[in-house]
């Protein structure tokens, strides 16, 4: 019996990067265009409708049919799966994924309490115990007791899309926006909270550095993972400039994604994060 890893399409993995990974798309819509994400509607193409489109986009949570085929699959093959959602607090997506496994053995659904790089970083964790040979009972239960020291930390170019979203007013937006207001957010507990915010982008990287020391540090023999959002990777470049101190004697490279449509909707272009699994306590 082989191990397979699923994840969504808000883990921000794309399953060309290994072939033991299945990824069931989520849905965005433009209007009346709907497309899965990263399957018909690249990462590239959604910002460049985004940043074209007035109205905000809406993106859905799979369903418990879209699993259910590649569950089919995998017990007919009599695969074990391990299935790594976004939060299920802020999507159906993990109860889609537990609905569908009802009716099939051999299937763990685990809810990161994440989403994207975070997501990502729990997935890769995933399939590095998956490679070292470990029963998938046993990457089950460490991925549940590992994914509480995961970390992600985020840094925003624009208000705009929050404002846009209903999440914050359109006073708050303007006054930022000439203030030059780069939040910084975190999830905690499978939420999104605010962490601070920061004037320009040097004082938003800045400030973005502090919070993961504060967290304890980077875990570098784990996955960490840093992502951003938009056509561009020139602020993320810059926030790795900035933030050389990080990484110059502990990491010979840097993994980078972009971030999709599930939280590129919400955040906008002009984003960057960074996920990494926190040193433990001695």
């Keep these: 019996m082989s191990i397979r890893i699923v994840t969504d399409s808000a883990s921000d993995i794309s399953d060309s990067e290994r072939k033991d990974v299945t990824v069931i798309p989520l849905k965005v819509r433009f209007g009346d265009e709907e497309f899965m994400d990263g399957v018909d509607i690249s990462h590239k193409e959604f910002y460049e409708k985004l940043i074209e489109t007035e109205e905000l986009p809406i993106t859905s949570q799979a369903t418990p049919y879209d699993f259910e085929n590649v ?51 729990l997935v890769e964790l995933a ?69 601070g915010k920061a004037r320009g982008s040097r004082h938003g990287n800045n400030l973005l550095v502090q919070k993961i020391n504060e967290s304890g540090g980077i875990d570098f023999d784990k996955p960490y993972i840093l992502g951003y959002t938009g056509l561009s990777d020139a602020l993320l470049r810059k926030y790795i400039a900035d933030s050389e101190a990080l990484w110059r004697d502990e990491a010979d490279s840097l993994e980078i994604t972009t971030v999709g449509a599930v939280i590129g909707t919400h955040v906008g272009p002009g984003a960057i994060a960074v996920a990494f699994f926190a040193k433990a306590e001695n």
């Design 71 to 121: 569950y089919k699959e995998a017990h007919a093959s009599g695969d074990a799966l391990i299935v790594i959602t976004l939060s299920s607090k802020l999507s159906g997506t993990y109860q889609s994924a537990v609905i569908a496994a009802a009716d099939y053995g051999n299937i763990y659904v685990v809810d990161s309490e994440n989403v994207t790089v975070g997501e990502h970083a």
């Design 127 to 195: 399939l590095r115990l998956k490679d070292s040979g470990m029963e998938a009972e046993d990457i089950v239960s460490a991925l549940e007791r590992e994914k509480k020291n995961i970390r992600l930390v985020a840094l925003l170019d624009t208000l705009e899309y929050l404002k846009k979203g209903g999440r914050i007013s359109k006073t708050a937006a303007v006054a930022g926006s000439l203030l030059s207001i780069k939040p910084v957010i975190a999830i905690e507990n499978g939420e999104v909270v605010m962490l």
